[in-house]
């Protein structure tokens, strides 16, 4: 069964250090999505992405955060200069257009990502 | 801002007992998806709810979504162990057309055998 995967599975970086986060989504699906989900705290949206440009971002994607999709395949997240607040799980998702799958939302397994 | 509050959040049952979680909102949502989630992994996928009123089933647990799309429940029948996990509801907001997911808290469930 198609999947999302997610590398590096855990990123430990120091303060200052950018980071960047890959994820494949499922093939064929159109729409991609970061979250991220802080120890012990809920799952809270961070960009949407569509026809290779953000459709929407939350107020925790500021101007240290960036998305990018380099080659049809990968979806990337990068974080220019990590604060020690950015230590989280971070979760790529994605969607299909497909009537069948219609607002199924799948994610993947996530990056732990540990800022020092 | 969209809500989605859930309760309990925490429940710890005996095997064989029967459960019901909720997932409750002031803001009507375009779909409603229900996740599994497990100690530092992904939140996993169980259903997706679209219409007002409509009720699933997936073996033991069945997914009700109210008429008004605002809220959601879940209920599992004669709990098993391997029941055991986070719970997640998550709402879609097809507005703007970008379709992100807005998430409760969560219930955690445990299932004693």
């Known amino acids: 069964e198609p999947e999302v995967t997610q590398t590096p599975s855990h990123q430990v970086t120091q303060m200052g250090q950018e980071v960047i986060l890959r994820c494949v989504p499922i093939s064929n699906h159109l729409y991609f999505y970061w979250y991220r989900q802080i120890l012990g705290q809920k799952v809270e949206f961070l960009v949407s992405f569509y026809n290779n440009e953000i459709s929407e971002k939350s107020e925790i994607f500021d101007d240290q955060f960036s998305v990018e999709r380099p080659d049809g395949s990968n979806f990337t997240l990068k974080i220019r200069s990590t604060k020690l607040e950015d230590s989280a799980m971070y979760f790529c998702?994605?969607?299909?257009?497909?009537?069948?799958?219609?607002?199924?939302?799948?994610f993947g397994p996530g990056t732990r990502l540990t800022v020092l | 801002t969209q809500l989605l509050e859930q309760s309990p959040q925490f429940l710890s049952i005996q095997e064989g007992e029967n459960l019901t979680v909720y997932c409750n909102s002031s803001s009507v949502f375009s779909s409603l998806q229900w996740y599994r989630q497990e100690p530092g992994e992904g939140p996993v996928l169980l259903v997706t709810v679209v219409t007002g009123g409509e009720v699933k089933k997936l073996k033991r647990l069945t997914f009700q979504f109210g008429d008004a799309r605002k809220d959601s429940s879940l209920h599992i029948t004669a709990a098993q162990p391997g029941d055991t996990g986070l719970y997640l509801c998550a709402g879609e907001n097809s507005g703007g057309s970008n379709y992100k997911l807005t998430f409760g808290k969560g219930t955690l469930l445990t299932v004693n055998p």
């Open positions: 998702a994605s969607r299909s257009t497909l009537q069948s799958s219609y607002n199924e939302q799948f």
